[in-house]
Structure formats: C-alpha cells, structure tokens
C-alpha cells in the first residue's frame, strides 16, 4: 500500500543509460514512492528497457516497483533506436545489464490505467522519460482514467536550443511526434515539458562533476560507467568530457519544482509530416496564438541546487 505522506509516481520509460541514472535517484528520494514503471520503445525496445530498468533497481537497492513493458512499436512510424547515444542494449554495452530479472506478464499501458483506477482522483504524478506512445495509447483506450493524473511532467522539446536528433527535433518528440500530438492535444490540466536544454549550460555534468559521482559508490560509479557511449558522442561534438544528462534533469525538475528557473506556458504544435522537419515543435514563444494546445516548457535549473541533488542521492 502507498505511503499517503509521500508523493505518488508512475514512472514512464525507453530506460536507457541516462534514464537509469534518473530513476536511481527518484528510488533513493524518500519524498516520493514509485508506484510502478512501464517502458516503451525508444532509446531501445521496450523489452530491453525493461531489463535495464530490472537492473537499475536492483543496483538503487531500495525497493522494487513492479515493471511492466508497454509499447514495443510507435504509432505509425518505424522504430528508430539511439545506439549511438545509449549503445546497443542502451547501458553502454558493458554487460552490466541482469538478463535473469524479468518483467510482469501484464501489459504496461494496461497496468497503467489499473493504478490510476485505483487510486483517488488526481492523486499521481506521471513522469515520462521516453516517448509518448504510452500515454497517446492509454489516452486514446481510456481518456476518462488519464484524466486523474494529477500532474505530467515530461522530457520533451529543444526548448531554445537546436535539435538533438535533428537540425529541429528532440529524440523523444521525433521518435513518435504522433504520440506527442496526441498527449499535448488531449489537455492534461498540468503538463510541463522539461527541455533538452535544461541539461545544457551550467547543468552540465563535467569532467570534476563526473568524478565526484563515479567516486560516490558503487552505484555512483554504475550511473557514469553506464554513459561511456553518450560520453563518447560529446567528446565528438563538443571536444571535451561532459554529460548533458536530459533524463535526470527531467527527474530533478519533477521531483524538486521548486528549483525551476525558467519555465512559461506556450501553446505548441508538432509538425507530423513527412520530411525533414518531422518532429519540430512550433513554440509560439510570442504568446501572439489565443487557442491550440498548451504546455509549460522548463528550459533552465538551479544547476548547484541540481548537482547537489544528484551527489545526495547516488551516495553510498
């Protein structure tokens, strides 16, 4: 049974390496309780999500969520992974992932509208790491249960700065924009898209920040071992050794509200058509549209308030 005195989530998510050092912190924070987890497809398949997820929890060493797989494919498009980010089992490709641990037999998406059948109106938070195709499913089987989700908090969007994926589109939202136009259109009254660019800047983890973790214990070290691919692809781009960390951001951001910097309400759109500019978000940064969907878009952290978060909770 949940602990009422404590902050109910369900976690959403295409666990890869740095979803897993976000979700190790949210299962040491003692201010909330997870209620369960379903993975989707994105960063790898939802069923190599589950066992990274599988693994990470075993390596948090707190308590165990149960964990359920959801979408193995996005809505229309094809599944594209993020090898280069993540490796190919998402975590690196160290062996460090527990093959042995298995996922519960039911449906994720399933699972998901069950928890929030069984608990009071608007009493969750729903955190989401990946793409949206879960929640655009689960909104399209049963939109009367969605609508008892207290609060949305997901990674999602540029923000100001230019794509990750492409010259104008961030992983998530492109590796299903179908799903993200559901989700924004559908009005959860309390939707906040934490953006790339809030791990950008001074939230980026560098090369003093990355030691500190390593040399925190042994599951600080599993956090950074678990990013040498994402390490790799910044040394590339940016030629020095840094972690731009979107998930833990998100996780912070959702966890910790109260550490936002800079976060307004725009309406937005997707672009859905096919082409080079398939997943590019339309931001009227402006304010000059009346009506369309809404969202909040936190773009900047309290960087020292972030960094401390993540040193106290990945310590042994």
Same mark, same amino acid.
């Given at each position: 049974?949940?602990?009422?005195?404590?902050?109910?989530?369900?976690?959403?998510?295409?666990?890869?390496?740095?979803?897993?050092?976000?979700?190790?912190?949210?299962?040491?924070?003692?201010?909330?309780?997870?209620?369960?987890?379903s993975t989707v497809s994105?960063?790898?398949?939802?069923?190599?999500?589950?066992?990274?997820?599988?693994?990470?929890?075993?390596? !948090?060493?707190?308590? +165990?969520? /149960?964990?359920? %797989? #959801?979408?193995?494919?996005?809505?229309?498009?094809?599944?594209?992974?993020?090898?280069?980010?993540?490796?190919?089992?998402?975590?690196?490709?160290?062996?460090?992932?527990?093959?042995?641990?298995?996922p519960e037999k039911e449906d994720g998406i399933d699972m998901l509208l069950k928890t929030l059948e069984e608990n009071?109106?608007?009493?969750?938070?729903?955190?989401?790491?990946?793409?949206?195709t879960n929640i655009a499913k689960a909104i399209l089987r049963k939109p009367e249960t969605m609508r008892k989700i207290r609060r949305v908090i997901s990674m999602a969007v540029t923000g100001k700065a230019g794509g990750n994926v492409t010259d104008y589109a961030e992983f998530n939202v492109w !590796?299903?924009?179908? +799903?993200? /136009?559901?989700? %924004? #259109?559908?009005?959860?009254?309390?939707l906040t898209l934490v953006a790339w660019d809030a791990s950008l800047g001074d939230a980026v983890l560098r090369k003093e920040?990355?030691?500190?973790?390593?040399?925190?214990?042994?599951?600080?070290?599993?956090?950074?071992?678990?990013?040498?691919?994402?390490?790799?692809?910044?040394q590339a781009r940016f030629h020095e050794d840094i972690l731009d960390m979107a998930d833990p951001a998100a996780m912070f951001a959702a966890l910790c509200p109260?550490?936002?910097?800079?976060?307004?309400?725009?309406?937005l759109d997707v672009d859905v058509s096919e082409g080079e500019r398939y997943g590019y978000v339309d931001i009227d940064s402006?304010?000059?549209?009346?009506?369309?969907?809404?969202? /909040?878009?936190?773009?900047?952290?309290?960087?020292?308030?972030y960094k401390k978060y993540i040193m106290e909770h990945l310590k042994g």
């Open positions: 049974m949940a602990d009422v005195n404590k902050r109910k989530l369900i976690i959403d998510t295409d666990c890869g390496s740095d979803d897993a050092m976000a979700i190790a912190m949210a299962l040491r924070d003692e201010s909330c309780e997870i209620l369960m987890f994105g960063n790898v398949r939802a069923d190599q999500a589950a066992s990274n997820l599988l693994t990470t929890i075993q390596r !948090a060493g707190t308590y +165990a969520p /149960k964990v359920y %797989i #959801g979408s193995m494919e996005m809505m229309k498009r094809d599944f594209v992974g993020a090898e280069d980010t993540h490796g190919k089992d998402g975590m690196g490709d160290l062996g460090l992932v527990d093959y042995s641990l298995k009071e109106d608007r009493s969750i938070d729903l955190i989401t790491l990946g793409p949206l !590796a299903d924009a179908e +799903a993200f /136009k559901t989700v %924004i #259109g559908f009005g959860f009254e309390d920040d990355i030691e500190k973790i390593r040399e925190l214990s042994d599951l600080g070290k599993f956090c950074i071992d678990i990013n040498i691919s994402l390490l790799k692809l910044n109260e550490a936002i910097r800079e976060c307004e309400e725009y309406v402006h304010h000059k549209k009346q009506s369309g969907p809404k969202a /909040k878009i936190c773009t900047k952290l309290d960087a020292d308030l």
